[in-house]
C-alpha cells in the first residue's frame, strides 16, 4: 500500500480477498449443522480468550506505533474512538535516533517482537479456523494463507529497514532482538558460530 499507493495490488485484495479470503470459516460454519462444529465450553472459551488476547495487542501494537509517528511529528491526536485500551501509547519511549530517522524501540516493539502485530494477525485467523473444528481445510485456507504472505512481508520489511537504516539497524535489533514473538532466533547469515 505504501509503495503502490492506491495500485493494483490494493484494489485486488479489496475486491477479491477480502470478501472471499475472510468469510472462509463462516462459510463453513453456514453450510454445515451446528452438531459439527459444537465444541466443550472450555474450548471456546479458550479459543475466544485466545482471540481477544490477540486483537489486544494487535491493535495496542499498531497504536503504539501511530501515535509515536505522531509524537515525532509534533500532532499527538488522541482520538476518543472504540476501543480504548491499555497501553496505546508508550509514555517517555525509548528511541533510537538514527539518520534516516526516529526508530520506536519500546513498547510492544521491545518485548513482544519487530513483527509482533503480524504474529497477532496469524493468530486471529487461526482462531477463526480453530471455532470451526478440523472437518475441512477450508476454514483454514486463510491462516495458511496469511501465514506464508507475513513472512514474504516481514523478510521484505527487514531487507527495506537494512537498505534505509545501514548499521544503525543492528543497533535497532539489538534494543528490540525478537522479531515474531519474544524468542531469539538464530542469525542464518553468520558464517562461524558465536563465541
Sequence with gaps: MATEKFGFMLI???IAGVPFTYAHATLYLANHPPSSYRWPLY???AIYTLLLGSYYIWDTCNSQKNRFKQQMAGTPVL???????PWQTVKNPKILYTQAGPLLADGWYKYG???IHYTMDVVMALCWGLACGFGSFLPYWYPVWITIVVLQRAARDIEHCKEKYGDEWKEYEKLCPY???PVRYPDLTRSTPDE
Design 113 to 115: 517482537g519487530r513483527k
Design 179 to 181: 522479531l515474531f514473538i
Design 79 to 85: 482520538r476518543k474512538t472504540f476501543p480504548q485500551l
Design 12 to 14: 485486488f485484495w479489496n
Design 43 to 45: 474450548y471456546n472459551i
